[in-house]
């Protein structure tokens, strides 16, 4: 999920959607599925990690991410209980 303003991009595995919403809100709505804020526009789902290099998410789409330093050591501790492997 990333954030444009007062729009958000919504990325699924088969389509990508702009809808006029906060991304703290869907953060909210989707924090107790494996969704994490890494960096003050975006959202990911944990399970589409691929690897983390810097301050850089690689998902499974291959999607680069940007990861602030602010939530790094949230993302940490969260994926430290997943095996996230190169796929």
Do not use: M
């Amino acid at each position: 999920i990333k954030s444009e303003r007062n729009y958000v991009h919504l990325v699924t595995a088969h389509n990508e959607l702009v809808v006029k919403h906060r991304l703290g809100d869907l953060e909210k709505k989707f924090r107790s599925q494996s969704f994490l804020r890494v960096h003050k526009s975006y959202v990911v789902n944990l399970a589409h990690i691929r690897r983390l290099e810097g301050s850089q998410l690689w998902l499974t789409n291959d999607k680069v991410v940007p990861v602030s330093e602010s939530y790094r050591t949230t993302l940490l501790e969260r994926v430290s209980g997943f095996s996230v492997e190169d796929r």
